[in-house]
């Protein structure tokens, strides 16, 4: 029998949408976001000679360039403010998540709640800034390597570039940050979505340019076209899956009266880290390799060029380092969303069991058994879906865009959207039926 919440969100249509204000305001709001995003990808850095880093980057697009690119919305193409996009930032959270595990001091900054919270997010952003002012010299330098990129080389382009690539990804974290709060879905994530749905036009019309032009066989295209169609399903398909445990709860008596005990289940998602994997993965190999890119274009030593050929998209070394880090991800990510202590409490104090198991650390041990097995399903898919496209899109040498990581952001991104805004429905259609509820309750009187 389908519950309450199941019920309404089949009867969620346009009407009502139309009543729930706050999500209609928390959807512009957002689309307005977004909108300031995108403005800001067509912004360039002072000092930069458009034709030529054109030039540059055009023989580059392919390979880590055009990956970062397509973080970046476009925005490295243009050289723009903001090319650096959020990539410093997931860097930085990445190492302080890391560093929260192993420093008894973060540690204890998280366990005291919103506060504790709070300076652990000033210390990220402290971080990011550190982070991206590296990656923006680093950029700075490799521009000025470029022939005829820079029209004025020397410490105040280096430093305007600096300044101003920094600012640029700090407002972006900002603008992130409000978007969570004040909008529908994770703001990071919804940036980076809106930054390939926006270049993924121009990355499909290449590809039929390629295509007409003999340098893509047309087999070539209807491959890459069955492959993202099939990808897209495995993607909803894996997404969606879980691993229910049955729990029940004892018989309780209340007065006079015996209650039959009630039986639910405890939903365990088979990828409960999400994205993020791919994303944090992404991060930490496109920071090192694009600032090797860069500084390999003008006269640079043999072992940065080799570097930068090593980490170069396609190569086995880059998809190694890239399937091992998915993995860590999707493993280090679900130990810090999903506790199965935590959990078994949770159970425990509200009297439901696992049939067979006997509460409490044995049933946190069941719940962590069975989440091993199934992270490690959700890793491989996550690696498959990850590597393959990009292993077939590199040696097809077409747009990133195309590839599985860009396939994996938008589908994902797009179905937590989804959720929330289903939430916000189901909370305002909640409420109607209490208003109600009160208003019948007073005529009776």
Known sequence: MASAAEQLARNLNFSTFAK????????????????????????????????AFAATFDRAQTGIFGMFNMFAGG???????F?????PYITASIVIQVMTTASPTLEALKKEGESGRRKINQYTRYLAVIFCALQAY?????????????????????????VTLVGG???????????????????????????????????????????????????????????????IAIIVFFERAQRKLLVQYPKRQVGNKMFQGDTSHLPLKLNTAGVIP?????????????????????????????VAAVLGRGQPVYLAIFASLIFF???????????????????????????GIRPGERTAQHIDYVLTRITIVGAIYLTLVALIPEVLVSQLNVSA?????????MVTVTLDTISQVQSHLIAQQYEGLVKKSRLGGRRKK
């Open 20 to 51: 729930a204000k706050d999500l209609q305001q928390r959807i512009w709001f957002t689309l307005g976001a977004l909108l300031v995003y995108r403005l800001g990808t067509y912004i360039p850095i002072p000092g930069i000679d458009g034709n």
């Open 75 to 81: 925005a490295v193409e243009r050289m723009a403010i």
């Open 83 to 87: 090319a650096l996009n959020l990539i």
């Open 138 to 162: 680093g950029i700075a330098v490799g521009l000025e390597a470029s022939d005829g990129v820079v029209s004025n080389p020397g410490w105040f382009f280096r430093i305007s570039t600096v």
């Open 169 to 231: 990804t700090m407002f972006l974290m900002w603008l992130g940050e409000q978007v969570t709060s004040r909008g529908v879905g994770n703001g990071i994530s919804l940036i980076i979505f809106a930054g390939i749905v926006a270049t993924l036009p121009a990355a499909i019309a290449q590809t039929l340019e390629l295509s007409r032009t003999g340098a893509l066989p047309t087999i070539g295209v209807v491959a890459l076209l069955v492959l993202a169609i099939v990808v």
């Open 278 to 306: 791919v994303i944090f993965a992404s991060s930490l190999l496109l920071l090192p390799a694009t600032m090797a890119s860069f500084a390999a274009q003008g006269d640079a030593p043999g072992w940065l060029t080799t």
């Open 329 to 355: 991800f999707a493993f280090y990510y679900t130990s810090i969303v999903f506790n199965p202590t935590e959990t078994a409490d949770n159970l425990k104090k509200s009297g439901g069991f696992i049939p």
């Open 401 to 409: 865009f195309l590839g599985g990581t860009s396939l994996l952001i």
